[in-house]
């Protein structure tokens, strides 16, 4: 049952994921034009250029702050990370506990494993 919830968690991450690709992209591309033109803003030495460039850059924040849902799809994809992780520790578990015991029997077997290893 464990299996079927983080399958159905994960499908549903992804189908946001996926239904926020395009903010996602967009945002990112906006914050490396920012970045962009605060490195321009920076090496400009005239007033004129440094008004346009803040201008350019008022316009970019504004379309950055407009695909501010590519969060939830940032969100969606950690989830989704940790539903990955969390499946993939459950197939690493061992499915025979090694276990400290004084009966013989137990430590026979043990033993023999060992051995034929």
Do not use: C
């Not at 996926?18 to 400009?44: C, D, E, H, I, R």
């Not at 950055?64 to 989830?79: D, E, K, P, R, T």
Request: aromatic share 12%.
């Amino acid at each position: 049952m464990k299996k079927f919830m983080l399958f159905v968690g994960g499908l549903v991450a992804l189908i946001i994921l996926l239904a926020n690709l395009g903010p996602m992209v967009l945002l990112a591309l906006s914050v490396w034009l920012l970045y962009v033109v605060f490195k321009k803003f920076v090496k400009s030495n005239s007033t004129a250029g440094k008004v346009g460039w803040v201008i350019v850059g008022l316009i970019l924040l504004s379309i950055a702050l407009s695909n501010i849902f590519a969060v939830i799809g940032l969100v969606a994809a950690y989830a989704l990370y940790l539903i990955y992780s969390s499946w993939k520790k459950d197939n690493r578990d061992p499915v025979v506990h090694v276990v400290n015991d004084d009966d013989p029997f137990t430590n026979f077997e043990r033993q023999w494993s060992e051995i034929n290893n």
